[in-house]
Each structure stands twice: as C-alpha cells, then as structure tokens.
C-alpha cells in the first residue's frame, strides 16, 4: 500500500480514537483544532444542535499576526476563541485535538485558551507556575557546596607513582 494512504488511515484512526469519546454539548461544546503548514484554526462546536458556537484563526483580516503557523499564532487564537467563547456564556470546553499530538502549536492554543478563561484542558496552570520557582533552586552539592579557589586543582597519582 501506498505510504500516503497509510498515513491518512492511521491519521483517520486516531481522529476516531480521540473523538469517539468526547461530545460537544450547549454548556460543553467541543474545541476542534486543525492546523496547516501556514495558519491554525479552531472552533467551539455543539454536537447535539450541530452548529458552531464560536470559531477563530490565524488567517483572516481579524487576526493581526503576519505568519501563523507558530506558537504565537497558536497563543493568539487560543485569547481569541476565549474572548469569543465568553462574550457567548461559555466557561469550559472538551478539547479535539484530532489526530494531532498534544505538543506544540495545538498545546499552545489550549493552554492559552485556559489561561484566557474558556477551561478546555486539565492543565493546572496555577499549580505548574508555582512549581516553577522552585524547580529553579539549584540543589546543594554532595561534597558541601564550597568551591574551590580556580587555582587550585585536584591533582592526580602519576602513573610512575603506582
């Protein structure tokens, strides 16, 4: 079989894996992400009515960013989509990733979008901020955490010595 058509398959499975347990509903809609080599889409869609809540991408007139098929654009879309989620009166979201990982531009835009206020995923952003400081603190060295003067250096045993 043709290398392509495997991947469309495999893509094709996944998209079903991931969507066979999630449903968008009126007070819970579903945030379906794509995203191409150049822009990033997502929108908000109420499976049960069939219609789409809210929607928001990098291409457009709307959006100001020059290129979007990066983080930032990602970042953007996310603040977008939970200003327009929002002004609508919804608060949470099932996220769609697709058949794409949870890595990258896709990630970006869901936690942007948490951190926007439109709660899609079960990232604890206030949790992993405060975890951060504390993973900066260097720990203290085994041999008592003094260093030595740069002039002095540990000398070796020769090898006539042995």
Do not use: W
């Not at 079960?122 to 955490?145: N, Q, R, S, V």
């Amino acid at each position: 079989m043709d290398a392509q058509k495997l991947k469309v398959r495999r893509a094709t499975r996944r998209v079903h894996r991931v969507r066979n347990n999630l449903l968008g509903t009126p007070e819970k809609p579903r945030l379906s992400v794509f995203r191409s080599n150049l822009h990033i889409y997502a929108q908000l869609i109420d499976d049960v009515n069939g219609i789409t809540v809210a929607a928001a991408s990098s291409a457009g007139k709307e959006c100001k960013i020059g290129y979007g098929g990066n983080k930032v654009a990602a970042e953007e879309v996310g603040r977008q989509l939970a200003e327009k989620a929002k002004a609508k009166g919804v608060t949470a979201a099932q996220f769609d990733r697709g058949h794409y990982r949870f890595h990258g531009r896709v990630a970006s835009l869901a936690v942007a979008a948490t951190k926007a206020g439109l709660v899609c995923t079960g990232l604890e952003i206030k949790k992993k901020a405060e975890a951060a400081p504390a993973a900066e603190a260097k720990p203290a060295k085994k041999d008592g955490g003094e260093k030595k003067p740069a002039g002095e250096k540990k000398e070796k045993p020769s090898k006539a010595a042995k």
